[in-house]
C-alpha cells in the first residue's frame, strides 16, 4: 500500500498521514520484546509509515536507544519525534514531576540526541507544560535548539488552548500531541479550534483508547499486573463495563464494512480533517499491518453519526490536572 502524506498544519512538515507511537515497546503495556519491536519499525518503513513518536522517559531512555537503533543507517527516511519534560531524578532528591526551565530543555535535548544516536530531532515536543514555568520561557528555549540546527521543528503534547496561544506567539508550533479517540473528546471544544486558528496540526495518541476500541480488552483480569491501564478510570469495575457496551457498536459498524474494530475507530479519527496525524502505538507487526490498512477505510455518513454519538465512561487518567495544562503568566521582569 502507498501511506499518503499529510502536512501538519501551516508548520512545512510533511509526514506519513498515520504514525508509529513506540512508548508499548519499552513500556506500560506488558514485557518488551526488542525483536519484535525492531522489526514493527522495520515493517513501518516499508509500508511508508514513517513518523516514528518516542520519549526520554519511555522506559527511562530505553525506547529512545531502541528507536535510534532500528533507524541506524536509514536516518532519511524517519521523520523523528521526541519528548522531554516528565521528570523523574534517578538520585531521588528532586520530587518535581515535571520540568520546562530552559537549562532543563537544554539538558534533555542533548540526552535525547545521544541516546537516539542522531544529530537532530525532527519535531521535538514539550511532553507535559510545566506550570510552574512559563510557556515562553520553554518555548523560548526550543527555538534556541532549532537556531542551533539540533531541532527542525517544535510541539506540545497535552497544553490547553491558552498554553498553545501563547507558545506560538514565541515561535511557530507544527504540532499538539494529546489524547484523541471515540472515547476522548475532551479537546474538541477549546482546543482543536485553537490549534486550527495558529495553524498547528494535531497529532492524537491513544487512538485506539488504549486497546479498548479495539475490543482486545474486555476483563482487567487480561492484563499483567505492571500494565498502565489498571490505572485509569475507565477500565475500573462499572466503567469498563457500559464502556465494553459501546465498543459493541464500533464491533457491529466494523462487521458490517468488513474492518476491525479498531480500523473504524481510526478511519473515524482520521475523518476528522486533513491536519489530524493519529500516531496508534503497537509493538507488533500484525497490529501495525491493521491500524495501516484504516488508511483504506471510508465511513459512511450515518455510521459517522452513530459513533459520534458514544458518550464512554471515565476519564483518561485517574489525576485529571495530567492533561490540557496551562502554564504561569510570564512577567515582566523575565520577558525576552
Known amino acids: 500500500m502507498a501511506v499518503p502524506h499529510r502536512a501538519l498544519g501551516r508548520s512545512g512538515l510533511s509526514v506519513s498521514a498515520q504514525g508509529l507511537g513506540c512508548m508499548g515497546m519499552s513500556f506500560a503495556y506488558g514485557a518488551p520484546d526488542a525483536a519484535e519491536a525492531t522489526a514493527t519499525i522495520d515493517r513501518a518503513l516499508e509500508l511508508g509509515i514513517t513518523l516514528l513518536d518516542t520519549a526520554d522517559i519511555y522506559g527511562f531512555g530505553e525506547n529512545e536507544q531502541l528507536v535510534g537503533r532500528a533507524i541506524a543507517g536509514r536516518r532519511d527516511d524517519v521523520v523523528l519525534a521526541t519528548k522531554f519534560g516528565i521528570f523523574i531524578d534517578p538520585d531521588g532528591r528532586d520530587d518535581r514531576s515535571v520540568r520546562g526551565d530552559p537549562a532543563y ?7 535525547s540526541l545521544e541516546r537516539l544516536g542522531v544529530d537532530h530531532i525532527d ?19 526550543m527555538a534556541d535548539l532549532v537556531g542551533a540546527g539540533k531541532v527542525r521543528y517544535l510541539g506540545l503534547s497535552e497544553a490547553s488552548a491558552g498554553t498553545v496561544r501563547r507558545a506560538a506567539a514565541v515561535h511557530p508550533i507544527a504540532a499538539l500531541q494529546t489524547e484523541w479517540s471515540l472515547f476522548s473528546r475532551d479537546i474538541e471544544a477549546e482546543i482543536v479550534p485553537a490549534c486550527r486558528e495558529l495553524g498547528v496540526g494535531l497529532v492524537p495518541y491513544s487512538p485506539l483508547g488504549r486497546g479498548l476500541l479495539t475490543g482486545a480488552v474486555s476483563s482487567l483480569d487480561e492484563l499483567q499486573s505492571d500494565d498502565f491501564r489498571r490505572t485509569q478510570p475507565r477500565f475500573q469495575g462499572d466503567n469498563l ?27 473515524w479519527l482520521q475523518a476528522q480533517g486533513d491536519d489530524v496525524v493519529p500516531i496508534p502505538g503497537t509493538k507488533r507487526r500484525r497490529y501495525l499491518e491493521e491500524n495501516a490498512a484504516a ?25 485529571p490536572g495530567w492533561v490540557n495544562r496551562d502554564t504561569p503568566a510570564q512577567s515582566s521582569a523575565s520577558a525576552p
Open 105 to 111: 530543555v537544554r539538558q534533555a535535548c542533548d540526552a
Open 123 to 141: 519535531l521535538y515536543y514539550q511532553h507535559r507544560p510545566d506550570t510552574e514555568v512559563p510557556i515562553e520561557e520553554t518555548v523560548g528555549a
Open 241 to 267: 463495563r457500559r464502556n465494553l457496551e459501546l465498543v459493541a457498536v464500533v464491533r457491529e459498524i466494523a462487521a458490517d464494512l468488513g474492518a476491525t474494530p479498531g480500523q473504524v475507530a481510526l478511519a
Open 295 to 319: 488508511l483504506d477505510l471510508e465511513l459512511p455518513a450515518d455510521d459517522v453519526a452513530r459513533l459520534e454519538a458514544l458518550q464512554p465512561i471515565g476519564t483518561r487518567y485517574a489525576d
